[in-house]
């Protein structure tokens, strides 16, 4: 389905231009996207509320929060896959310079898959059980390039081979019923990465998977990525992922971005007080007890009015009851506090 737009951003969409040269454009650009579900004249949820986010050339970000803060509907925005009665109210995607909001279907269909892809969390779920791994893939190749159908399925054996499946060319013929749960993630990366993205989102992409096979799926994704010189997108819950296999993070709470910048500076001296205890809680900071953030998130109905955070955060004033913060510059990273 289209993103669509509210009034408000309808005015200044423009039709699609060509690809520009990368140079400085970020490969992706997400200004102010908010959105909503339900009608204007009602109270309406508003899950994402004013989401700033950019993606550099080949950098690999990470977007981390609890569950339920919008990481997901983030990358169903920019996919263009917002679920029904869903609308963007206000806001811009751009993916290399190339606005997104208000795009065509036909031309979000050209570039899902082409320039832009995703890995979901479930292999079994987004790949289609009544075809053939390879054939799947394939058809990938040929819908967004110009391979015919023996060259395509050679290009899907070798990206199959290429991702770790042994036997790559007897196993393209198999079912994913037939692949265990890693082989299956994996043929769904060479799906992903079959017509060469500027960018992968990953979202979750090892749930379900035992310790040993999410660091090898995601060492492999990283490897995969970097050698194709594309940006990555990785969608987790899990602090210690981003520490591990991303340069820069993005901190997501109730629909808002709370803090952006080196994933070093921010797992290591947070300036948000909800990604200190974000950091507490996945216990990557000395303790003794396991530590759980009190109070609740807040339901989004409606702009919020106030930090999202203020009712969980210890440090919380007057000040932060006060309008909601915007990100602004700290030192190397964004923040949205009034006290950092």
């Given amino acids: 389905m289209s993103i669509s737009a509210g009034p408000e951003a309808a005015a200044s969409i423009h039709p699609a231009p060509p690809a520009p040269d990368r140079g400085d454009v970020p490969v992706l650009d997400v200004a102010d996207l908010t959105v909503g579900f339900g009608s204007a004249a009602k109270r309406r949820s508003i899950p994402l509320q004013g989401i700033h986010l950019q993606v550099a050339a080949s950098e690999r970000m990470a977007l981390v929060g609890e569950s339920g803060s919008g990481k997901s509907l983030t990358a169903a925005a920019v996919l263009g896959l917002l679920p029904e009665g869903a609308e963007v109210i206000r806001g811009s995607i751009r993916l290399d310079g190339e606005e997104l909001i208000g795009a065509p279907e036909r031309r979000l269909r050209d570039l899902r898959g082409g320039r832009m892809a995703i890995m979901f969390q479930n292999p079994r779920a987004s790949l289609n059980p009544v075809l053939t791994v390879g054939g799947q893939i394939a058809e990938v190749i040929r819908v967004h390039g110009d391979a015919g159908r023996k060259e395509s399925w050679t290009q899907a054996v ?74 990555l997108l990785l969608i987790t819950h899990d602090i210690a992922v981003a520490r591990s296999h991303c340069e820069r993070t993005t901190v997501m709470y109730a629909g808002r971005v709370m803090e952006s910048g080196p994933t070093s500076s921010v797992t290591e001296s947070p300036k948000n007080p909800y990604t200190a205890a974000l950091l507490k809680a996945f216990g990557t900071v000395d303790q003794r007890r396991m530590y759980a953030i009190g109070g609740v998130v807040p339901t989004l109905v409606g702009e919020l009015s106030e930090c999202a955070f203020a009712d969980r955060c210890p440090m919380v004033g007057p000040e932060c009851r006060d309008g909601v913060p915007a990100l602004r510059s700290v030192d190397d990273r964004q923040v949205a506090c009034v006290k950092a």
């Fill in 158 to 231: 070798d990206l199959l081979a290429e991702m770790g499946i042994p036997d790559a060319g007897r196993r393209a013929k198999d079912y994913v019923h037939q692949y265990s749960g890693g082989m299956a993630q994996r043929a769904a990366l060479a799906m992903a990465l079959s017509c060469r993205p500027d960018l992968l989102i990953a979202d979750e992409p090892t749930t379900g998977l035992d310790a040993t096979l999410q660091q090898q799926v995601l060492e492999l994704v990283v490897e995969q990525v970097a050698s194709r010189d594309a940006s």
